[in-house]
């Protein structure tokens, strides 16, 4: 990819069409999925205002059969998908909390951490992560975002900055070289990945560890999860063209597992080649991938299964709607956006979305519709005789909490197949 282009492309704020792989520069991409035009996940109009325009960016899923990478066919501007007012927090989520306590045992496991270890944590956030690192060892985020100030309320320093190699330079320069870097749900993320994996390896220590986790994109076929197709998703990795991306950058896979977060994601654990010894995981994982056998033909069955799950899910809320019965939305993460948009769904279908309390979400619309988010205890002052699990990966969580809560309703699950669950 030309990288001028895309520098000149971002001082615009527009985006980048790839015309060629993202990591390996294979110009044959074969289009796969096509999703329509989307809109940024994270540009949240507030309840009440009236609409105006808004920019749908095309959802087009590419394949490269050289380096077997599944990638978006559009690089929109970080400024436009990461806004100082980004909404997420990965500590209001109880899976992510415990999946982060877990890296950090892991971690302590396979290296000999001590306080003048310097652990940082690439998109940091609300600090949940570094959070399991800061009472053995020194610790540091970084992070675009205003939600950072919630890690420095903790006691976690964060620089507010996109990860670049000024931000890197300041680091070692105040605090020295990383013996772990970790880089989990933003590794897919960015925009100019082999300027991002320099910066990784100028920050890393000669035997430090670099630990990311990304959406695994066999699960992401096995459960049919179109909904994790956004804008900030650009690459859909799975161990192999994660593999080939880092061997190319002079790291290798010494470890790597996959991980329930956010639906089926992958974590992998890479070195600088010789450093550390190749764990069984690698190679049992590589194999697995070949037997499930990642190729054009399987991404078209699963386009196909994408389509038939779209139509069944309309004709399911079509059939409650006719009875005239109340719908629900359950949560508001990233992933409903899209399900919502590319399903159609408006407020005429879903009454509403519900958020746990002090969500930054609430308040504002579902992202291209009217569809408003409130608070969650609306669910059960109304009602509703449906709920619509939007945060459906993790549907046996949800279900149990809120029937303990006093939902009497029934659940509808929208993927990988549409079902309800009956009180």
């Not at 990311?212 to 650009?234: A, F, M, N, R």
């Amino acid at each position: 990819m030309d990288k001028t282009k895309a520098k000149s492309a971002f001082n615009t704020g527009s985006s980048i069409v790839v015309e060629q792989c993202q990591v390996c520069d294979y110009p044959d991409l074969e289009q796969v999925l096509f999703l329509g035009y989307l809109p940024s996940v994270n540009k949240m109009a507030a309840v009440g205002e009236l609409p105006r325009q808004q920019e749908g960016y095309p959802a087009l899923l590419l394949y490269c059969p050289r380096c077997q990478l599944v990638q978006l066919g559009l690089i929109v501007d970080p400024k436009i998908l990461f806004p100082p007012e980004y909404p997420y927090t990965g500590g209001t989520t109880r899976i992510l909390r415990e999946n982060f306590a877990e890296l950090y045992s892991e971690c302590c496991s396979m290296v000999d951490l001590g306080r003048e270890d310097l652990v940082v944590d690439i998109g940091s956030n609300d600090g949940t992560l570094l959070s399991n690192f800061v009472s053995r060892t020194r610790v540091q985020g970084i992070t675009p975002e205003d939600i950072g100030n919630l890690a420095v309320e903790r006691g976690i320093p964060v620089i507010s900055s996109y990860f670049n190699r000024d931000a890197v330079e300041r680091i070692v320069a105040q605090e020295g070289k990383a013996r772990v870097i970790t880089a989990t749900n933003v590794f897919a993320h960015m925009e100019n990945i082999h300027q991002a994996m320099d910066c990784i390896l100028e920050l890393l220590a000669t035997q430090g560890l670099f630990i990311s986790e990304s959406h695994y994109l066999i699960s992401l076929l096995e459960t049919l999860q179109y909904d994790t197709i956004y804008h900030e998703h650009l690459r859909y990795y799975s161990l192999r063209s994660l593999k080939y991306l880092l061997e190319m950058h002079g790291l290798e896979i010494i470890h790597c597992k996959r991980i329930p977060t956010h639906g089926g994601s992958l974590r992998v654990y890479a070195a600088r080649k010789g450093c550390y010894p190749v764990r069984d995981s690698v190679n049992a994982l590589l194999r697995s991938e070949g037997a499930f056998n990642v190729n054009k033909q399987t991404l078209l069955q699963f386009k196909e299964q994408v389509v038939i799950s779209k139509l069944e899910l309309l004709s399911l809320l079509a059939g409650i709607k006719s009875e005239r019965k109340r719908i629900y939305g359950i949560s508001a993460p990233s992933r409903a956006s899209t399900l919502i948009n590319y399903t159609g769904i408006d407020e005429g279908i879903l009454d509403c979305v519900l958020e746990i309390k002090g969500s930054h979400k609430i308040g504002k619309y579902v992202p291209g519709t009217l569809i408003p988010i409130v608070e969650e205890s609306r669910l059960f002052e109304d009602q509703p005789e449906y709920a619509l699990l939007l945060s459906w990966h993790i549907a046996d969580e949800l279900t149990v909490k809120l029937k303990e809560k006093g939902f009497k309703g029934d659940f509808i699950i929208p993927l990988p197949r549409p079902r309800i669950v009956a009180r």
